[in-house]
């Protein structure tokens, strides 16, 4: 042992304290080293696409829609239909132009490369019809459940529910 290191002397110390005779460096099985390598680029990835999805959901509520080509694909598709880029532009265009104050609020996030999942809240007032519903400018609070499959660092597919009944609860 390298008496002069005293993390390694920290270490040996305190593996020492309860009764185990690893001594030190451990030399990890190649098996297990590749296990681990693997468990730390997925979770690389893990936090890469979160951080993409950040980004996204900044580009929408800023309505950046310059930006939105760096996180979309020119084929995504939303709940199965092609879009194209254009489309999927023009339907959150559609939306912001409906519900002013629209924005994107992450409640719960789970990604499992390629695809990530969310809840989004929302706390707004839609103008006129929202799902047709009249709701006429009356702040309402509802969550979508979304789920997104990435290319690289680009959304190519989108499935979201939104939870119409709890907005109906709230106009009632």
């Given at each position: 042992?390298?008496?002069?290191?005293?993390?390694?002397?920290?270490r040996h110390d305190s593996l020492?304290?309860?009764?185990?005779?690893?001594?030190?460096?451990?030399?990890?099985?190649?098996?297990?080293?590749?296990?681990?390598?693997?468990?730390?680029?997925?979770?690389?990835?893990?936090?890469?696409?979160?951080?993409?999805?950040?980004?996204?959901?900044?580009?929408?509520?800023?309505?950046?829609?310059?930006?939105?080509?760096?996180?979309?694909?020119?084929?995504?598709?939303?709940?199965?239909?092609?879009?194209?880029?254009?489309?999927?532009?023009?339907?959150?265009?559609?939306?912001?132009?409906?519900?002013?104050?629209?924005?994107?609020?992450?409640?719960?996030?789970?990604?499992?490369?390629?695809?990530?999942?969310?809840?989004?809240?929302?706390?707004?007032?839609?103008?006129?019809?929202?799902?047709?519903?009249?709701?006429?400018?009356?702040?309402?609070?509802?969550?979508?459940?979304?789920?997104?499959?990435?290319?690289?660092?680009?959304?190519?597919?989108?499935?979201?529910?939104?939870?119409?009944?709890?907005?109906?609860?709230?106009?009632?």
């Open positions: 042992m390298n008496e002069s290191c005293p993390v390694t002397k920290a020492a304290s309860v009764g185990t005779n690893v001594a030190f460096p451990v030399r990890v099985p190649p098996i297990q080293f590749y296990e681990l390598a693997f468990q730390r680029k997925e979770t690389v990835l893990i936090r890469q696409l979160a951080d993409i999805y950040r980004a996204y959901l900044d580009c929408l509520n800023r309505q950046a829609w310059d930006e939105l080509g760096h996180f979309v694909d020119n084929e995504i598709q939303h709940n199965g239909r092609l879009l194209r880029i254009s489309g999927y532009r023009e339907m959150l265009v559609k939306d912001f132009e409906d519900i002013p104050n629209l924005q994107f609020n992450i409640q719960l996030l789970v990604c499992e490369p390629p695809r990530l999942a969310a809840r989004l809240s929302f706390n707004c007032s839609p103008k006129g019809e929202f799902l047709g519903l009249s709701v006429n400018g009356q702040q309402v609070s509802f969550t979508e459940n979304v789920f997104y499959e990435f290319v690289g660092s680009k959304i190519v597919s989108v499935w979201s529910v939104i939870d119409k009944s709890a907005i109906e609860a709230q106009l009632s």
